[in-house]
């Protein structure tokens, strides 16, 4: 099996990206306290017995995260004796695999045939959204947001400047419990790019939802740029 060191995530813990390549506009001392939540309801389950259509949203050495088309993040692990991965370009994060496993643990991960309608790379900075999200972590946010950065709270729209001015909004209005229930609920198959190379998680029409597009100035060649 083959996982490139820079598509491994850690385990257990949600890492905030690697500031982008172009010059940073948030104070490294600007953080604040993410939203309280149950991590309980939150943990990410064992698969369940089966064979599951989805898109690699977190790996490592011994096993990966799969997001699948009906909203289900499922934990997979890889047996210690044998294998079990046959796919092309082994796991990467963004990639579209199908597995069989039983308990959670994978006896076969080939390419899926189900083709997501976005790259790779797209698929893979969604999951960053998704994770920062799921886990309240308002920081991990603002580093992967660009600025300017439009945000609607329902009554009133702002332009955000920098990350540190992010970072003064109530972390509890920009990941309330219906924007990131939205976010979460993503279909990835189905993320499609817009025009102006826009991707939207979670309303597509309406909101909430959380918008992002392709940015050149980028390492990771994205950035969050509107929060409805």
């Known amino acids: 099996m083959h996982i490139t060191e820079t598509d491994i995530l850690i385990e257990e813990e949600s890492t905030p990206p690697e500031s982008s390549g172009a010059e940073s506009t948030q104070e490294e001392s600007s953080t604040q306290e993410s939203v309280s939540f149950d991590w309980e309801a939150e943990e990410i389950g064992m698969a369940p017995t089966g064979t599951y259509d989805g898109i690699v949203v977190d790996a490592a050495m011994n096993s990966m995260v799969i997001d699948t088309a009906d909203g289900n993040m499922y934990a997979v692990s890889f047996p210690e004796t044998e294998d079990v991965v046959d796919t092309t370009d082994g796991i990467l994060l963004g990639q579209a695999v199908t597995v069989t496993c039983k308990e959670g643990v994978a006896s076969r991960v080939t390419d899926s045939d189900r083709k997501p309608a976005a790259d790779r790379e797209a698929l893979s900075f969604a999951a960053d959204v998704m994770f920062a999200c799921k886990y309240r972590d308002i920081n991990a946010l603002s580093e992967l947001a660009g600025y300017p950065l439009y945000v609607n709270l329902g009554d009133k729209d702002m332009e955000v400047e920098n990350g540190g ?64």
């Open 165 to 228: 001015d992010f970072l003064e909004i109530p972390a509890s209005d920009i990941l309330s419990g219906e924007r990131v229930k939205a976010v979460l609920g993503t279909n990835l198959f189905e993320l499609k790019e817009l025009d102006g190379g826009k991707y939207v998680l979670g309303a597509e029409e309406g909101k909430p939802n959380i918008i992002f597009q392709k940015d050149t100035g980028r390492d990771n060649g994205f950035a969050i740029t509107g929060i409805n």
